[in-house]
C-alpha cells in the first residue's frame, strides 16, 4: 500500500522530473540513462537496455507483419500501422481503425 503524502517523492537528478515510487525512478533511469545494452533481440538483432522493453520487442518482432493496403509497407502493430494510414494516407484521417487477425 504506497503512501503518498508522508512519504518522500524522488527525482531525476538529471531531468528533475519527479516520482512518488522509487521503482518509477529506476525504471526511468534505466531507460533514460543507462548506456549499457544489455539484451540484443534475436529475431532483428536490435540491443535494448531495459528487460521489459527488450520483451515487449522480441514479441513484436515475432508476431505476423500486418500489411498496408495502399502501399508495400509492411507493420509488427496495429497500431503503427493505424498511425501510418492516417498520417501518409490522409484521406483514411478520420477513420478508426479496427484489425482482425487473419491466420
Known sequence: ?????KCPIT?????GKLYK????????????HKTTKDF???????????KRIYTRHVARC???LVSCQHCPK???THQSLSRH?????????????HFHQHW
Not at 527525482?11 to 531531468?15: A, V
Not at 540484443?40 to 531495459?50: P, T
Request: aromatic content about 16%; hydrophobic content about 25%.
Open 85 to 97: 494510414m492516417k498520417t501518409q494516407h490522409s484521406r483514411f484521417a478520420n477513420i478508426n481503425w
Open 1 to 5: 500500500f504506497p503512501c503518498y503524502f
Open 21 to 32: 515510487r522509487r521503482q518509477n525512478l529506476q525504471n526511468h533511469y534505466d531507460s533514460a
Open 62 to 64: 515475432r508476431s505476423p
Open 40 to 50: 540484443m533481440c534475436e529475431v532483428c538483432g536490435k540491443q535494448l537496455n531495459v
Open 74 to 76: 509492411t507493420f509488427t
Open 11 to 15: 527525482s531525476c537528478k538529471t531531468y
